[in-house]
């Protein structure tokens, strides 16, 4: 009888069946690795959304600001440049609506105010019966952005509004 060499046994060579160890470990850490992708990814996106909340929310109060220039506008030049001078008392303004999100309150500046005429920021220097309509603010609303919390970079946007007297 001839031998066979213990490789090429049958029992040998059976198929072996489930896994072994390092693939389930392989297999474990390939997928650990795609849960902190994912959550990192899914944790970028809410920072970034709330951010844009605080944004939309800013811009919002800015809105509301501006509103009572709409109505001064409606009362001619002079109720406008009362308007504005009320507003830009050469300080910072700072308004904080109790819709905004916690502990974010809003920086309102006016950035440009000049009428149709080509000089620039004329509205705060000239008096109001040679202005020419329509008027316009650009307005710089500071806010703070969710990532902004703890280390005092805040966020900006910049918005126009335009106002046509009587």
């Not at 705060?124 to 806010?143: N, Y």
Request: with cysteine.
């Amino acid at each position: 009888m001839k031998k066979i060499h213990p490789c090429f046994n049958k029992k040998t060579i059976r198929r072996a069946r489930g896994f072994t160890l390092i693939e389930i470990l392989v297999a474990l850490v390939i997928f650990a690795l795609g849960m902190l992708g994912i959550s990192l990814y899914s944790g970028n996106a809410l920072r970034i959304a709330s951010t844009n909340t605080a944004r939309a929310q800013a811009l919002n109060d800015v809105s509301l600001v501006m509103s009572s220039f709409y109505s001064a506008a409606n009362g001619g030049a002079d109720a406008f440049k009362t308007a504005l001078n009320n507003f830009d008392d050469g300080s910072n303004v700072v308004y904080s609506d109790a819709q905004t999100l916690a502990g974010s309150n809003v920086l309102i500046q006016i950035s440009a105010a000049q009428d149709s005429s080509d000089t620039p920021n004329n509205l705060l220097t000239t008096a109001a019966s040679t202005w020419v309509s329509p008027l316009m603010l650009g307005v710089t609303v500071v806010f703070e952005g969710s990532e902004d919390a703890n280390t005092g970079n805040d966020k900006s946007a910049v918005t126009s509004y335009t106002f046509l007297l009587p």
